[in-house]
Structures are given as structure tokens and as C-alpha cells.
């Protein structure tokens, strides 16, 4: 259990689905993120949302759209998605973006299969 | 560019010590960090190094030279639960977090 919650774990869309992914973090954290991770490849840093402001977005497909209503909650909403979207996404939290010695906490993750 | 190189994979033995190597260039410098992964599983923090020397914790070290751009780190008495991938990640003086692409450790009876 990291404090970090991430659902669904498993997801398998259609390309032209509409679907959410969701994280909640339990840490009273002030920062989350999505991170894509793929197969032998660093991990991508998609969105930062730093006091529920979105402070990052690292030319990210506008077929991803985040969403952050508060501290606690951030979703991924996924439409008209590509094969190559198909990877685990990582949902994280930390105390404040943008400090030294940030430490990051991530949740399970999201399997995204995208046929 | 910014860039972080480690071993793609490595193989060792139960009970033995391995040592797990980071090599970076980065914009500026505000921290490393190493994290293990298991399979289908979340990455967990496992040290932060931001001046030079050794951090010890436990059966896990991990050392850092900034003159160098190196980073280790050393994991001693393996146990078949350490199979895992090693993530090593450098903070840049934008607090932005460059990751390696991790190094996949193979614990062999």
C-alpha cells in the first residue's frame, strides 16, 4: 500500500472509446502526476498539477486530458486513443512540486491496452 | 541534452553484493534519487543523495560524486525478493526529474 490508489488497474479501449483513469492519494500531498511507462523506456512525465494549478504539460496528445478538481483526486480522461498509447501509466504524489529533495510516491499503475 | 545511463539488465547470486551504476548530465543538479520496481508493481523510493558520499540503509547504500555525474547503488547479502528494476532518477536545477530507463536485476539461486 503506498498511499497512492489507481483505478482501473487493467484497461482495454477501442480507438474511439471515451474512458477515465482515476488516482486518489491518501498522503496529503500538495503535487500529482501522470507518467506513461513503456517497455525498456524512461519514465515520461505527462502532467504536473502543483495546489490542484497545472504547472506541466510535456506536449502531451490532446487525446489525454487531466483533470484535478482537488489536492486529493486526479484523473486521466482518454478519447480517440492510438495503439502506440497502449503502456502502464503511473499516477504519483508529492509533497510540493518545484523543492529540493521532492520525493515522489506512485500508485500500482494502469495497464492500458488500446486495440 | 539531459541524459541517465545504467546497465540494462544484470545478473547475480543470493547472497552475494551488486552494484548498480547511474551515470548522468543533467541541467543543473538538485538530487538523485533511486527507486525499485517490481514487476506489474509501483515504484518505491528507496534513497535520496544530495552531497557527495555514501548513504547507508540497511542491506541498501547508495553513494553519489557530483564531480563525476556517477552514482552506485550497492546492495549487499541478495535475497530473491531483490529481483527487480532499479530506477535511478536526477533532479535538475528545474526540479524537473530526469529518469534512466532502469536496470533490470536478475537474483539467481
Known amino acids: 500500500e503506498t498511499g497512492v490508489t489507481q483505478t482501473p488497474r487493467h484497461l482495454v479501449m477501442g480507438m474511439t472509446n471515451k474512458k477515465s483513469l482515476k488516482c486518489e492519494q491518501h498522503?496529503?500531498?500538495?503535487?500529482m502526476y501522470w507518467y506513461k511507462q513503456s517497455a525498456k523506456k524512461p519514465l515520461e512525465l505527462m502532467f504536473v498539477?502543483?495546489?490542484?494549478?497545472?504547472?506541466e504539460n510535456n506536449s502531451v496528445p490532446s487525446r489525454f486530458s487531466p483533470e484535478c478538481p482537488n489536492s486529493s483526486h486526479l484523473f486521466l480522461h482518454l478519447h480517440t486513443l492510438q495503439p502506440e498509447d497502449s503502456a502502464l501509466y503511473l499516477c504519483?504524489?508529492?509533497?510540493?512540486?518545484?523543492?529540493?529533495?521532492?520525493?515522489?510516491?506512485f500508485g500500482e499503475g494502469s495497464w492500458l491496452t488500446v486495440v | 541534452g539531459q541524459n541517465i545511463d545504467q546497465p540494462t539488465e544484470m545478473t547475480a547470486t543470493e547472497g552475494a553484493i551488486v552494484q548498480i551504476n547511474c551515470t548522468y548530465q543533467?541541467?543543473?543538479?538538485?538530487?538523485l534519487f533511486w527507486y525499485q520496481q517490481h514487476a506489474g508493481e509501483a515504484p518505491t523510493f528507496l534513497s535520496y543523495?544530495?552531497l557527495d558520499g555514501l548513504e547507508e540503509k540497511g542491506r541498501f547504500s547508495s553513494f553519489l560524486s557530483r564531480s563525476k555525474g556517477y552514482s552506485y547503488l550497492l546492495l549487499k547479502e541478495l535475497q530473491m525478493k531483490d529481483s527487480a528494476s532499479y530506477l535511478c532518477a536526477v533532479m535538475d536545477s528545474n526540479y524537473q526529474l530526469i529518469w534512466g530507463a532502469g536496470t533490470k536485476l536478475i537474483i539467481k539461486p
Open positions: 504519483a504524489s508529492s509533497p510540493n512540486h518545484e523543492i529540493s529533495g521532492n520525493t515522489i510516491y
Open positions: 543533467t541541467s543543473g543538479f538538485n538530487g
Open positions: 498522503l496529503g500531498h500538495n503535487a
Open positions: 498539477y502543483n495546489f490542484k494549478e497545472q504547472t
Open positions: 543523495n544530495v
